[in-house]
């Protein structure tokens, strides 16, 4: 079913335009993976089932892809059959109309060296490459005086990353995957809206 709007005497349907396969939101006790709907009017952060443990997915942002691989990434047909009124009533999901964003930033984080993660420094350093992972953070309007933030890691599904590992170095792949977002987003945010990219 197509959400619409009145214009005038007329109804305009809502029209589906890209589908982001995973993003991860951070969160103290357990950091929360979504799926992100892009329709011509918002943003709907659809929350993908648990697959793996807190520590795995707080891992995987530092690490910028996913560690499991079976994991096949959803398509906007998959959800097709789930009418847009119903994802933006489900209290798990997140929506973000579009006129309401101030801001949208697409940074890289620099993380510190812990101990703990000699692994991964040894892992960079074999392969000669940078883990280098892509945020976003969306500003947007929830009333006239009440501003919140969405943070969000680009961290892909295994299954998205491991083909194009044969042919690309990891941290081309990563930031095409953020780079694709924030175009997605160009193409939808209002003209006023700031856009970063750093």
Same mark, same amino acid.
């Given at each position: 079913?197509?959400s619409?709007?009145?214009?005038? &005497?007329?109804?305009?349907?809502?029209r589906?335009?890209?589908?982001?396969h995973?993003?991860?939101v951070?969160?103290?006790?357990?950091?929360?993976?979504?799926?992100?709907?892009?329709? =011509?009017?918002?943003?709907?952060?659809?929350?993908? @089932?648990? +697959?793996?443990?807190?520590?795995?997915?707080?891992?995987e942002?530092?690490?910028?892809?996913?560690?499991? +691989?079976?994991?096949?990434?959803?398509?906007?047909?998959?959800?097709a059959?789930?009418?847009? *009124?119903?994802?933006?009533?489900?209290?798990?999901?997140?929506?973000v !109309?579009?006129?309401?964003?101030? &801001?949208?930033?697409? @940074?890289?984080? *620099?993380?510190?060296?812990? @101990?703990? =993660?000699?692994?991964?420094?040894?892992?960079?350093?074999?392969?000669?490459?940078?883990?280098?992972?892509?945020?976003? *953070?969306?500003?947007?309007r929830?009333? !006239?005086?009440?501003?919140? +933030?969405?943070?969000?890691?680009?961290?892909?599904?295994?299954?998205?990353?491991? !083909?194009?590992?044969?042919?690309?170095?990891?941290?081309?792949?990563?930031? *095409?995957?953020?780079?694709?977002?924030?175009?997605?987003f160009?193409?939808?945010?209002?003209?006023?809206?700031?856009?970063?990219?750093?």
């Open positions: 079913m197509i619409q709007v009145k214009q005038g &005497s007329e109804t305009v349907p809502e589906r335009l890209a589908l982001v995973r993003v991860i951070p969160d103290k006790e357990y950091p929360k993976e979504y799926a992100i709907l892009v329709t =011509d009017r918002r943003s709907v952060f659809i929350r993908q @089932r648990k +697959t793996r443990r807190s520590f795995v997915l707080r891992y942002m530092r690490i910028g892809t996913a560690l499991v +691989t079976d994991v096949t990434p959803k398509t906007l047909e998959d959800y059959q789930n009418s847009l *009124e119903s994802l933006i009533a489900d209290d798990v999901n997140l929506t !109309p579009h006129d309401a964003v101030i &801001s949208i930033a697409m @940074r890289t984080e *620099e993380h510190e060296r812990r @101990r703990r =993660d000699f692994f991964l420094w040894l892992v960079m350093r074999r392969q000669g490459e940078v883990f280098q992972v892509y945020d976003f *953070e969306m500003k947007y929830l009333g !006239p005086h009440q501003d919140a +933030t969405v943070k969000f890691y680009m961290v892909p599904l295994g299954a998205y990353f491991k !083909p194009r590992r044969q042919t690309q170095s990891r941290e081309t792949i990563l930031r *095409e995957y953020a780079a694709d977002a924030l175009e997605i160009q193409k939808v945010l209002p003209p006023d809206c700031i856009f970063v990219a750093g």
